[in-house]
């Protein structure tokens, strides 16, 4: 589904993704860990074609991405939950939701919304509000239903925990592994190492631009490395 080799990007004369390779097989959620300022929101920009890599390939479904937009990935089947949530404040749940489906002109979308809002209850009873009234467990619901709405084949999680209640972070990752169930390929950017890894079925570990440890994710849970540096141990 997902292929990256070799990727680079840089911020002026900083080196922020060093050669990095990875791979996300069709039906699998996979996830990338790592401390603040690793690259790992960086990564998944360049995956997503709002940073131009320097140097390396991106390749979705076997096809390079070297000439296409972000939007244009989406039509291809890639959608991005991006770090921060941004939804669209003033616009009410069921609008943010139909701009997820902004390019599609076909008669599932209605579906979609009842899929949507059967996924996460809490969303149909907000369906009038306006996004930036919500919670912020709640804007994260409705970020990851406004990129469900494009029917994606991919989906780019970037850090779906970060400033959320334990409580809420529980149910954010459980509507994540039914998406996961449900047949969704998932690339998951999480700085919360254990529920990341408890999630996943693979993993990469990102320290300072570069992967330094990939393998399945049991056994990088196990790993005295990961425990010592992720998980305080």
Do not use: W
Not at 31 to 54: D, E, F, V, Y
Not at 102 to 121: C, I, S, W
Request: charged share 25%; hydrophobic share 45%.
């Amino acid at each position: 589904m997902l292929e990256v080799q070799g990727l680079e990007v840089h911020y002026g004369g900083i080196a922020a993704v060093k050669g990095v390779d990875l791979d996300v097989r069709e039906g699998e959620l996979v996830c990338l860990i790592g401390a603040n300022g690793a690259g790992k929101t960086t990564t998944l920009k360049a995956i997503a074609a709002m940073l131009r890599p320097s140097k390396g390939e991106v390749r979705l479904g076997g096809k390079s991405t070297r000439a296409l937009a972000s939007f244009e990935l989406v039509r291809r089947g890639l959608a991005l939950v991006p770090e921060g949530r941004g939804i669209f404040g003033r616009l009410t749940v069921r609008e943010n939701l139909e701009m997820g489906a902004y390019h599609r002109n076909d008669r599932g979308v209605g579906q979609d919304l009842e899929k949507v809002f059967a996924l996460m209850p809490r969303l149909y009873e907000r369906r009038e509000q306006t996004g930036g009234t919500l919670s912020g467990g709640e804007q994260q619901m409705l970020a990851i239903g406004r990129a469900l709405m494009s029917r994606p084949k991919l989906l780019l999680l970037d850090e779906p925990s970060m400033g959320l209640a334990p409580l809420i972070v529980q149910k954010v990752f459980e509507t994540i592994q039914t998406v996961a169930r449900q047949g969704v390929t998932i690339l998951l950017v999480e700085q919360n190492a254990k529920l990341a890894l408890q999630l996943a079925g693979r993993g990469y570990v990102m320290e300072s631009g570069a992967i330094v440890l990939a393998g399945e994710a049991s056994a990088l849970l196990a790993d005295r490395r990961v425990r010592e540096a992720y998980l305080g141990e």
